[in-house]
């Protein structure tokens, strides 16, 4: 089997934005034009392809991301040559923060994204979040600013606010003829051509004669010739040749201009700025012409890197169908008629169905029974996929999320996917007896697909205690447990994930000696602990080979000459990560502590591994102890939007909240509040905040970072505890 389209013509992008900018309209536009359904799905009407989960039609939102495949056409090419095709892999994300994970592990995957704003409010907090993960992930990206039918909507506005909050190199691509319900098409900046849409469909008519400079109107001329040259300064500006030439007179002609841009895109020096209105059917066409032109395809993209299985030295493998066969496991679902799919991207190599691949991290084989090529919730089987291919498979058993898939002679292990930890946790129990066993098989299936979720049991009471994102995630999660798995459940009241860490450093030593005839137990350890310091990424490059790291916790091994033989170091770190994980001050998880083990002792017949991992729970209890221990609370930033009138009542009643009040704007008609608040004093605020300003008022929040609780809050959440 062939590969059917050329690498250069396929394109893998995600949409992503903040909740209710347009992101699934604008994927269900692409849907339409580019013949993959023949009705517009809206999300108001709660008919929308992408979004096919129950819980996403009935709230409006999406949850989870779909992939999709698609073809494309530019408009402006010939329609009849078939090799002018194009191959769209389209990932459409959530925009809410509590499924801010699937943003993470798309991004991960996709070579390219199209970032949709709302016309009106510009940059919000989630747009800004999502950006952060593109820039980690290095994604190359095309903004579109959306919704300029609407009442207030004001393009200028919007790009200003992502030249002040995202990057100072964006630039506008387009102008739009018109706003709010005078919007009727655009201006092409580089082309220097008007593009208007008629008919319910939005058809793509190119210059209405007005016999003028290529159908722009009188009145939006003058700003186009100056964004024109803007435009055409900053894409020289990324060529030395080119700037040269400009200098001395010479403009490029448009092709030259053309592939100047898409190098500057690709190597993120510059992101496009396009504008439309998707509810409207307004400009989406000239969007998919610029993930043709601009984004990149997997050629363009440096090769993946990862390190060998033994020696952990570092690997490349370049997008050819020629290389050994790698791929990662970015997402596990649940499917009602074919089981856990297992959704992967190919970095290199080809995949049959019925063949093996090795999984480094369990280091077994797996064999992929069968392969399917997602359209949302809809597939199509294929026998064999290629580099630079986005898939599912079937079979699967022991592979989640951020594994890699390789060939066996030529072992890799890709970069795993890094994950935020949960804020918020509940306490869940069967209602009854047959409810039991279904509920433990339906959380542990749920937490496979999505890494933000944790289940754990409370050791003291055995109770079971679900975590994740937000008050919504957990909702969501629990609906789902009653809808796909029929498991009825009680739900306490939601619970902050507190964590603690130490404000010190200390030394302390453990020692556990037991004789009871016989064989004895003989562990000694000696440790100093201090608070762990952030590292830039090439520093954590740099670090010592006797130092690990992984999230929250630093172990240093210093041990000399032997005094504790090598056989139970890795015991002793088991005992560090327990003692952390048992808490001092109110029994939460220990986070950024740095233990480092300096000294010690054995016995030559008595000493054991459980000795050692005792004696090192011991130690890092103790000197924690005397390290200066503090509770660390969730801290979310807060923006809330709400007429002018309410204001006042609004920020006094954060501020009884212990918000800092970071800052306002004026968003159209109403006023933006943006603050810091404790996610232990958010609960149930939408109703407190609807009641306040007669329900007009809207908030949004994500989570910021860790801060240290004030002491006199510290004693009523110990007393709590206790």
Known sequence: MERDYPLEKVRNFGIIAHIDAGKTTTTERVLFYTGVS????????????????????????????????????????????????????????????????????????????????????????????????ADEAKVPRVCLINKLDRTGASFEHSFSTILD????????????????????????????????FEGEMGNLVVEKDLSAQAGIPENVIKDAEKYHSELVEKIVETDDTLMTEYLEGMVPNIDTLKKTLRRAVIANKIFPVLCGSALKNKGVQLVLDAVVDYLPSPLDIPPVQG??????????????????????????????????????????????????????????????GRILRMHANDREEVKKVFAGEIAAAVGLKDTITSDTLCDENHPIILDRIVFPEPVISLRIEPKTKADQEKMGMALNRLAQEDPTFKVSTDQETGETIIAGMGELHLEIIVDRMKREFT???????????????????????????????????????????????????????????????????????SIKGGVIPQEYIPACEKG?????????????????????????????????????????????????????????????????????????????????????????????????????????????????????TEGRASFTMEFLRYDIVPSNVAEIIISARK
């Open 165 to 196: 909050r995202l990057s100072r190199n964006a630039v506008r691509m387009q102008i739009p003829i018109g706003l709010e319900d005078k919007f009727e098409g655009v201006v092409d900046l580089l082309r220097m051509k008007a593009y208007y």
């Open 38 to 133: 023949h009705k517009i799905g809206e999300v108001h009407e709660g008919d929308t392809v992408m979004d096919w989960m129950e819980q996403e039609r009935e709230r409006g939102i999406t949850i989870t991301s779909a992939a999709t495949t698609c073809f494309w056409t530019p408009t402006y090419e010939d329609l009849k040559d078939k090799t002018k095709k194009n191959r769209f892999n389209i990932i459409d994300t959530p925009g809410h923060i509590d499924f801010t994970v699937e943003v993470k592990r798309s991004l991960r995957v996709l070579d390219g994204a199209v970032v949709v704003f709302d016309g009106v409010a510009g940059v919000e907090p989630q747009s800004e979040t999502n950006w952060r993960y």
């Open 487 to 557: 498991v009825e459940a009680n739900v306490g009241k939601p619970q902050v994930a507190y964590r603690e860490t130490i404000n010190g450093s200390a030394e302390a030593e453990g020692k556990y000696i037991k004789q009871s005839g016989g064989r004895g137990n003989y562990g000694h350890v000696r440790i100093k602990v201090k608070p762990m310091e952030a590292l830039t990424k090439e520093e954590l490059e740099d670090l010592p080979k006797n130092t690990k790291r992984s999230q929250g916790f630093e172990f240093v091994n």
């Open 307 to 368: 390190i060998t299985e033994n020696t952990e030295e570092h690997i490349e493998r370049h997008t050819s169908d020629q290389e050994p066969f790698a791929a990662l496991a970015f997402k596990v679902a649940t499917d009602p008629f074919v089981g856990q799919l297992i959704f992967f991207r190919v970095y290199s190599g080809t995949l049959s169905a019925g063949s093996y691949v090795y999984n480094p991290r369990t280091r077994n084989k797996e064999r992929i």
């Open 576 to 692: 560090f990560r327990e003692g952390l994980d048992r808490g001092i001050v109110a029994g939460f998880k220990m986070v950024n502590v740095s233990v480092d083990l300096w000294d010690g002792s054995y016995h030559e017949v008595d000493s054991n591994e459980m000795a050692f991992k005792i004696a090192s729970s011991m130690a890092v209890q103790d000197a924690c102890r005397r390290a200066n221990p503090v509770i660390l609370e969730p801290m979310m930033k807060v923006e809330v939007v709400t007429p002018d009138k309410f204001m006042g009542d609004v920020t006094g009643n954060l501020s009884s909240k212990r918000a800092l009040i970071e800052g306002m704007d004026d968003r159209g008609m109403n006023k933006v509040i943006r603050a810091i608040v404790p996610l232990s004093e958010m609960f149930g605020y939408m109703t407190g905040l609807r009641s306040m």
